[in-house]
């Protein structure tokens, strides 16, 4: 198997940089996300990253390390981290393990997250179109 066969997204978003774990994190795919993140920190002088954890089930002592210092390195290059979607058995288990986030912020959901660092949302009605990719219009 490739190491590029669970390559986890790293996704730009508004001058962020949002990544979404689930499932089961190798120590092998979390070398290469560390990787990846923190060359797109530097390749787009990115404002925020928020590291979304929703999709854990379980969450091990490297596993925990790695995101930590992900935050403090990308701290010292200049851009804020959020770590949002933490179940209450995953909060405990970093409680226990004496997990150090002081570099990070938490949120409860990834829109909170995106909030704390400064993405505001307008939401719009959408106009339903018809099978032809254009609006219906009313006969009549």
């Not at 002592?61 to 403090?72: D, E, F, K, R």
């Not at 209450?88 to 660092?117: C, K, S």
Request: hydrophobic share 50%; charged share 20%; aromatic share 4%.
């Amino acid at each position: 198997m490739s190491m590029y066969e669970n390559r986890i997204p790293v996704i730009q978003l508004w001058q962020r940089i949002v990544v979404p774990l689930q499932g089961d994190v190798t120590d092998e795919t979390a070398a290469v996300l560390v990787d990846d993140v923190l060359r797109t920190i530097r390749d787009t002088a990115a404002a925020g990253l928020v590291i979304d954890v929703t999709g854990m089930w379980t969450m091990d002592s490297h596993l925990c390390h790695v995101i930590a210092n992900l935050a403090a390195a990308a701290k010292l290059m200049g851009t804020p981290t959020v770590i949002c979607g933490m179940s209450a058995p995953i909060a405990m288990t970093l409680q226990t393990m004496g997990a150090d986030f002081r570099l990070a912020q938490t949120a409860l959901t990834l829109e909170d997250a995106l909030v704390r660092l400064g993405v505001t949302a307008t939401v719009t009605d959408i106009e339903p179109e018809d099978e032809f990719g254009g609006e219906l219009q009313e006969n009549g």
